[in-house]
């Protein structure tokens, strides 16, 4: 006789996007389990867990699951890899013997999806708090399938077949990415195409790829087109009932979708310490609705 799992512990937001899974502890995790989690992913995009311990090595076998890892992007500061870690990527605001040791600081990070830039950009991200402030900080997510789906049918039309810059210059934080000579024409940026409508790999519904606002480009259009267009498509971003966002705690862990979401942090006082681990997982080049 088979024995059949329980069903997973899933609290799904208000919002369309985003649940909570309750009662799991992600340094022990069945197949089975897994695969529940697995499919919650698919459902909901982004998922939280709270009062996890892991260690690095736990977090980086738990994202494993998902499929290869990518590396971790360079830091602002030129430090290419956490020593022994290169698949993690530290987001935090702490200076040690006067060296950051992460990224992004203690500004704001503007809506994006992460590593864009790239010809196959990470399929999900995982973030996992360590230290966090008393306030501020929070990360928000939008849900891309949502945001298309409110577009009015003309401008879904115009949109069809365009592809869009992904920029490689600047990252969410506003700093200059590593080895790169700053520019704000984005028709010679550094970056990549992407489909502007793409398609979810995994359960083919159609979602906008927006990467970042800045350094955004059209293909083919004359600049002044293709920045009306941009701003005409990121006025839609303003939708609450498209957005959550997680208030941090630390031993929260959050996975998300980077073919479905984007995200953006608050800023915080840069006088408390915030320290995050991440780490991506590879994805494929991204498919035209
Ligand atoms: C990231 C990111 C925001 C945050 O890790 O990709 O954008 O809340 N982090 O630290
Ligand atoms: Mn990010």
């Not at 979708?257 to 408390?272: E, K, L, Q």
Request: with cysteine; hydrophobic share 35%.
């Amino acid at each position: 006789m088979s024995t059949s799992l329980p069903p997973l512990d899933v609290h799904p937001n208000s919002v369309g996007l985003g649940a909570e899974i309750r009662g799991i502890d992600l340094r022990e995790l069945t197949d089975e389990s897994f695969n529940q989690v697995y499919s919650a992913w698919l459902d909901h995009s982004v998922l939280l867990f709270r009062g996890q311990q892991l260690t690095d090595e736990q977090l980086i076998s738990f994202s494993r699951r998902f499929g290869e890892l990518d590396l971790a992007p360079i830091q602002e500061n030129g430090r290419r890899f956490v020593d022994g870690f290169p698949e993690l990527y530290i987001v935090s605001n702490v200076i040690e013997n006067g060296e950051a040791i992460g990224s992004l600081g203690s500004g704001e990070a503007v809506w994006h999806t992460d590593m864009s830039y790239l010809p196959e950009p990470p399929k999900a991200s995982i973030l996992y708090a360590l230290e966090i402030p008393p306030s501020g900080g929070n990360t928000e997510f939008m849900d891309m399938f949502g945001l298309y789906e409110s577009l009015p049918a003309q401008l879904k039309e115009r949109l069809r077949g365009l592809r869009i810059k992904h920029d490689g210059t600047y990252n969410s934080g506003g700093y200059v990415r590593h080895g790169v000579t700053a520019t704000d024409d984005p028709r010679t940026s550094p970056g990549t195409f992407h489909p502007l409508v793409c398609k979810h790999p995994e359960t083919g519904r159609p979602g906008l790829y927006l990467g970042r606002r800045r350094n955004a480009y059209i293909e083919g259009l004359e600049l002044a087109a293709s920045e009306a267009l941009l701003d005409e498509i990121w006025s839609y971003t303003n939708q609450k009932q498209l957005a959550w966002h997680n208030v941090w705690k630390v031993g929260d862990l959050v996975l998300w979708d980077n073919r479905s979401t984007m995200h953006r942090r608050d800023s915080f006082d840069a006088g408390h310490r915030r320290v995050m681990h991440r780490t991506q997982i590879k994805g494929q080049t991204p498919p035209s609705a």
